[in-house]
């Protein structure tokens, strides 16, 4: 019982971390860097992606 808590506290938690994060990205404009960036299929570094969405990396 003591086990299965444990692991439900911490799925709580990751999912609020990842929640977190999708909404900071979203706030900054992440998200639709990305979708600008993928229209000509080809990967991205890291540096591009930050300045696409006028961030520092």
Not at 10 to 33: H, P, R, S
Request: glycine share 8%; no cysteine.
């Amino acid at each position: 019982m003591a086990e299965e808590k444990k692991t439900s506290m911490y799925d709580y938690v990751n999912a609020g971390f990842v929640a977190l994060g999708m909404a900071m990205g979203e706030k900054v404009g992440l998200f639709d860097a990305l979708i600008k960036l993928s229209e000509d299929g080809s990967w991205k570094t890291t540096e591009e992606i930050a300045a696409a969405a006028k961030l520092k990396e």
